[in-house]
């Protein structure tokens, strides 16, 4: 896989545009504990992949979030990165299938490939999206290579637990 490269644009962060006025990193910190927050506790999810996924380690600048899969078993890791983005890794089978850049300029997630601009075309989606809550997830695949897609050219996993509340818990 290529160099690890964020998007050419400065992430976006609601909290850093609205009236919070936060800082970039302190922004970028907050999206990687709201994402691992997402599994904090155990979850089992379905769609083009079923398994279950649960947080193996965080800190305040990195995490990494196991799974198991019809697909096949790995991790995904969450790193932040000096351009304040939130770097996404996803292994299978320990080999890297691929890499993503998360920013969060609304209540959901977006993400996008390596050296990508980051520009979202006026009546279209991110290549790559999570929901508010973290309930689910859609790829599209012409975007990340690595990634099968289904019939039509997605990838999408979704909670299968929705009537669980996850609360995202500080150690």
């Known amino acids: 896989m290529s160099e690890a ?4 644009r400065e992430p976006y962060y609601i909290d850093n545009e609205s009236d919070h006025g936060w800082p970039l990193d302190q922004c970028a910190r907050g999206l990687l504990s709201t994402l691992w927050g997402f599994v904090y506790s155990p979850r089992d999810f379905k769609g083009s992949a079923n398994g279950h ?3 193996a380690h ?3 600048n ?3 979030i196991a799974f198991t899969s019809d697909k096949g ?3 995904v890791q969450l790193s932040t ?3 304040h983005w939130v770097r996404i890794e996803v292994f299978v089978s320990g080999a890297l299938i691929f890499r993503a850049w998360a920013d969060e300029p609304y209540e959901e997630k977006e993400f996008w490939p390596d050296g990508a601009d980051g520009i979202v075309p006026p009546d279209g989606d991110p290549p ?3 929901s508010k809550r973290g309930s689910w997830l859609q790829i599209r695949c012409a975007n990340f290579p690595g990634v099968r897609p ?3 050219g997605y990838w999408n996993i979704e909670l299968a637990d929705l009537d669980v509340i996850v609360v995202n818990t500080p150690e």
Not at 5 to 8: I, S
């Open 53 to 55: 996924t649960w947080l």
């Open 62 to 64: 990195n995490a990494r």
């Open 5 to 8: 490269k964020p998007p050419t």
């Open 73 to 75: 078993d790995g991790q």
């Open 128 to 130: 790559g999206r999570i």
């Open 150 to 152: 289904d019939a039509y």
């Open 81 to 83: 990165h000096e351009s």
């Open 58 to 60: 965080h800190d305040e």
